[in-house]
């Protein structure tokens, strides 16, 4: 089994997206079929509108997909509001060779929203609740021979202050010191309290079948060392409990060779945040995993140029299991 993850960057059609969709499908496709996923975990697919209907639809992923192996697979994707489909933008999206067995999207199932007061900016009132920016999204696979498989596919909240009314002057800056410090708090709370309750997920899990095959696979805006990816692994070393050890998680990308372990560049420097994760008994059947970073651009220079890249700044992973063996 091969699994992948790739954060495609605002996957969209004109007029929102600034690039036509086969300007970006022309680097996309190639990467996309050199991943050879028989699972395949996408970030950052947006949805549009499709005349005559009130619900939104992933027609720039089907445009993309056309033609390639993964056109025909099985899919399950992330809702916005009721009723509307899909989110406008940010959709995870989940494919599979394989047929699902079960589908769920987890959003304060197990983390309910914090209670935050404004300190800076116009806005008004008393706590307001703190929600996370997008769900986790749950698979699960029979695959030929029996064994089943659950799949995370994540997306955590970037390292980006988030908005305060009243104190922004543009869209990266802002007129206080103050004010983003506060933005860049609610960030990081939405970004550690999705971890919490993705580690609470995993629990569930193995509560359930301490053996199961299970991988977490996204976009984690976080290096391994950093509190997201603490709290989702649950390292023997953290809780200081030998007993807890087979419960933690596996960070795979670490087997990559350390010059080529980065799936991001900003201003020169090689940061690894994209990650797949696997338990104990999904990690015993590991054999093998990649990045491809070869064409990765840096995307503070993207950003200070003002550029549309038709790649993503996103380098994939694709990991392969032997789960044919006893």
Request: net charge negative; charged share 25%.
């Given at each position: 089994m091969r699994l992948a993850?790739?954060?495609?960057?605002?996957?969209?059609?004109?007029?929102?997206?600034?690039?036509?969709?086969?300007?970006?499908?022309?680097?996309?496709?190639?990467?996309?079929?050199?991943?050879?996923?028989?699972?395949?975990?996408?970030?950052?697919?947006?949805?549009?509108?499709?005349?005559?209907?009130?619900?939104?639809?992933?027609?720039?992923?089907?445009?993309l997909l056309e033609g390639t192996r993964y056109e025909h697979y099985e899919r399950a994707a992330t809702s916005g509001p009721a009723g509307t489909g899909v989110a406008d933008v940010h959709n995870l999206v989940t494919l599979s060779r394989f047929p699902f067995t079960a589908r769920r999207e987890i959003r304060h199932a197990h983390v309910q929203p914090l209670q935050h007061t404004m300190i800076t900016g116009t806005a008004a009132g008393?706590?307001?609740?703190?929600?996370?920016?997008?769900?986790?999204?749950?698979?699960?696979?029979?695959?030929?021979?029996?064994?089943?498989?659950?799949?995370?596919?994540?997306?955590?909240?970037?390292?980006?202050?988030?908005?305060?009314?009243?104190?922004?002057?543009?869209?990266?800056?802002?007129?206080?010191?103050?004010?983003?410090?506060?933005?860049?708090?609610?960030?990081?709370?939405?970004r550690a309290g999705q971890a919490l309750e993705l580690r609470l997920l995993v629990d569930e899990l193995l509560a359930d079948a301490p053996h199961a095959l299970v991988a977490v696979a996204g976009d984690f805006n976080a290096e391994d060392h950093e509190t997201p990816l603490r709290l989702a692994v649950?390292?023997?070393?953290?809780?200081?409990?030998?007993?807890?050890?087979?419960?933690?998680?596996?960070?795979?990308?670490?087997?990559?060779?350390q010059d080529r372990r980065w799936s991001v560049l900003h201003h020169g420097r090689p940061q690894m945040l994209d990650h797949i994760l696997a338990s104990h008994a999904l990690y015993g059947r590991f054999r093998h995993i990649e990045v491809?970073?070869?064409?990765?651009?840096?995307?503070?220079?993207?950003?200070?140029?003002?550029?549309?890249?038709?790649?993503?700044?996103?380098?994939?992973?694709?990991?392969?299991?032997?789960?044919?063996?006893?």
């Open positions: 993850t790739f954060n495609v960057e605002s996957l969209d059609l004109p007029p929102k997206a600034p690039l036509p969709l086969e300007t970006r499908a022309a680097v996309l496709r190639p990467a996309l079929e050199r991943l050879d996923a028989d699972i395949l975990c996408l970030q950052e697919v947006n949805g549009q509108h499709v005349q005559g209907s009130r619900e939104r639809r992933l027609v720039a992923l089907d445009r008393g706590p307001a609740p703190v929600h996370f920016d997008r769900p986790l999204l749950l698979t699960r696979f029979d695959l030929p021979g029996g064994r089943a498989v659950a799949v995370i596919n994540v997306h955590l909240r970037a390292p980006l202050a988030s908005v305060i009314p009243g104190e922004k002057s543009g869209h990266f800056t802002w007129r206080s010191i103050r004010g983003w410090a506060e933005g860049y708090y609610l960030s990081a709370l939405k649950g390292a023997e070393e953290d809780t200081g409990a030998s007993e807890l050890a087979a419960q933690s998680l596996a960070i795979l990308d670490r087997s990559i060779a491809h970073n070869e064409l990765l651009a840096d995307e503070a220079v993207g950003f200070a140029k003002s550029m549309h890249a038709a790649a993503s700044y996103h380098a994939p992973l694709v990991a392969q299991f032997d789960l044919d063996s006893d």
